[in-house]
């Protein structure tokens, strides 16, 4: 795509802003376009110019903010905003996301190809712990939602009770997050222990470093309280990839 002679040079007449150069890897700037039909009804737009740069990390863009090189930055890590708000004429906007990090259980047989269904979970021969749903439920209240969001990002985020956020359709603004019980989690567990599911086998929890800020010390969180209630996990951390790490952020040429 990043070849492609339409994505490079396309119709002027798409948009209110038309692409005049793309430095791969670099910046793209788009600049006003004159030919935009529905500027007749609605008049010219304030700004002659936008410039998207790509930077590599969160932190990159916050000191290009505070030099005056760049006029706003897009998906600010929260541990990059401490103390934002006191900085002389820098704005902070941190509205509700659309989206939500999450743990995902693999409930697939590692000895078979097979899901492991949940009619099978009393069985003495049980090869996969979360397969039974005492267990996943133990995981579900072992996790300290609000210890995380309070401690590693200085609670600039919410405890999710749900895949998705506000805004988006399948939303259900009547549920709760689940609340963090290691005492009914350690009850679940042990329950399940006595009915022969073999919770003391390792479980693996893969994480992705740099798939957003302090990803780490969450993984690590996890892992701790998981080891209170009589898990044993071992934590497991991936690369992910280069492209998906790239920042944009913006400076505007505007009118005088």
Same mark, same amino acid.
């Given at each position: 795509?990043a070849?492609?002679? @339409?994505?490079?040079?396309p119709?002027?007449?798409?948009?209110?802003?038309v692409?005049?150069?793309?430095a791969? *890897?670099?910046?793209?700037?788009?600049?006003? /376009?004159? #030919?935009?039909?529905?500027? *007749? +009804?609605?008049?010219?737009?304030?700004l002659?110019?936008?410039?998207?740069?790509?930077?590599?990390?969160?932190?990159?863009?916050?000191?290009?903010?505070?030099?005056? #090189?760049?006029?706003?930055?897009?998906?600010?890590?929260? %541990?990059?905003? =401490?103390?934002?708000?006191?900085?002389?004429g %820098? !704005? %902070?906007?941190?509205?509700p996301?659309?989206?939500? #990090?999450?743990?995902?259980?693999?409930?697939?047989?590692?000895?078979?190809?097979?899901?492991?269904?949940? +009619?099978?979970?009393?069985?003495?021969?049980?090869?996969?712990?979360?397969g039974?749903?005492?267990?996943?439920?133990?995981?579900?209240?072992?996790? /300290?939602?609000?210890? $995380?969001?309070?401690?590693? =990002?200085?609670?600039?985020? &919410?405890?999710?009770?749900?895949?998705?956020?506000?805004? $988006? %359709?399948? @939303? /259900?603004?009547?549920?709760?997050? &689940?609340?963090?019980?290691?005492?009914?989690?350690?009850?679940?567990?042990?329950?399940?222990?006595?009915?022969?599911?073999?919770?003391?086998?390792?479980?693996r929890?893969?994480g992705? &470093?740099?798939?957003?800020? !302090? $990803?780490? #010390?969450? $993984?690590?969180?996890?892992?701790?309280?998981? +080891?209170?209630?009589?898990?044993?996990?071992?934590?497991?951390n991936?690369?992910?990839? @280069?492209?998906?790490?790239?920042?944009? +952020?913006?400076?505007?040429?505007g009118?005088?």
């Amino acid at each position: 795509m990043a070849t492609w002679e @339409y994505n490079r040079y396309p119709d002027p007449v798409l948009g209110p802003f038309v692409l005049q150069e793309w430095a791969l *890897a670099d910046h793209l700037t788009a600049v006003r /376009n004159l #030919e935009y039909e529905s500027w *007749a +009804s609605r008049g010219q737009p304030y700004l002659d110019a936008v410039i998207l740069r790509w930077i590599d990390s969160s932190e990159e863009g916050i000191e290009l903010l505070r030099k005056g #090189e760049l006029d706003l930055v897009w998906d600010v890590a929260e %541990v990059d905003l =401490f103390g934002a708000e006191g900085w002389p004429g %820098v !704005k %902070v906007s941190h509205p509700p996301s659309t989206g939500t #990090e999450r743990l995902v259980l693999n409930l697939r047989n590692p000895k078979g190809t097979a899901p492991c269904p949940d +009619s099978l979970r009393r069985s003495p021969a049980w090869p996969w712990a979360l397969g039974d749903p005492r267990v996943r439920e133990a995981i579900d209240l072992s996790i /300290n939602r609000a210890g $995380i969001v309070k401690a590693l =990002f200085q609670n600039l985020g &919410t405890p999710a009770a749900q895949l998705v956020g506000k805004g $988006i %359709v399948g @939303y /259900n603004d009547t549920l709760t997050p &689940t609340p963090y019980d290691l005492d009914r989690a350690k009850s679940l567990i042990d329950d399940a222990r006595a009915a022969g599911v073999p919770v003391d086998r390792q479980i693996r929890l893969i994480g992705r &470093t740099g798939q957003f800020p !302090k $990803i780490n #010390e969450t $993984i690590e969180n996890i892992q701790y309280t998981l +080891s209170k209630i009589g898990l044993d996990v071992k934590i497991e951390n991936g690369k992910i990839g @280069y492209r998906a790490k790239r920042k944009v +952020s913006f400076k505007y040429h505007g009118e005088d």
